[in-house]
Nanobody
Framework: QVQLVESGGGLVQAGGSLRLSCAAS????????MGWLRQAPGKERESVAA????????LYADSVKGRFTISRDNAKNTLYLQMNSLKAEDTAVYYC???????????????????WGQGTQVTVSS
């Protein structure tokens, strides 16, 4: 098992940047495909980005391509999401997730993972 704790959320003006971090417990972090997902009020949870075990492969939602970057440091058991050029529509609770049930790359479906963090709020003011 793995426990995930997100940090780095907050309030930012449109056009600004934030960096989310997700600290994972245990020694198995490197064995998991990881993802960032978000859920805005009244909307379904959606995948933002995913990253393969070594970090060599990444996927992004069309809405964040070119603005967000997912990365991981397996030595530090930490997942990151660098968010630039933030927009009001990026406002949501962001979740870190690990280990899609398929245990494959790419994760399909992209919103189903076995382990989840508690979420961190990102609010972008326009």
């Amino acid at each position: 098992q793995v426990q995930l704790v997100e940090s780095g959320g907050g309030l930012v003006q449109a056009g600004g940047s934030l960096r989310l971090s997700c600290a994972a417990s245990g020694r198995t972090f490197r064995s998991y495909v990881m993802g960032w997902l978000r859920q805005a009020p009244g909307k379904e949870r959606e995948s933002v980005a995913a990253i393969s075990w070594s970090g060599g492969n990444t996927l992004y939602a069309d809405s964040v391509k070119g603005r967000f970057t997912i990365s991981r440091d397996n030595a530090k058991n930490t997942l990151y999401l660098q968010m630039n050029s933030l927009k009001a529509e990026d406002t949501a609770v962001y979740y870190c997730a690990a280990d899609p049930p398929s245990h494959r790359w790419p994760p399909i479906p992209d919103t189903t993972y076995n382990y989840w963090g508690q979420g961190t709020q990102v609010t972008v003011s326009s």
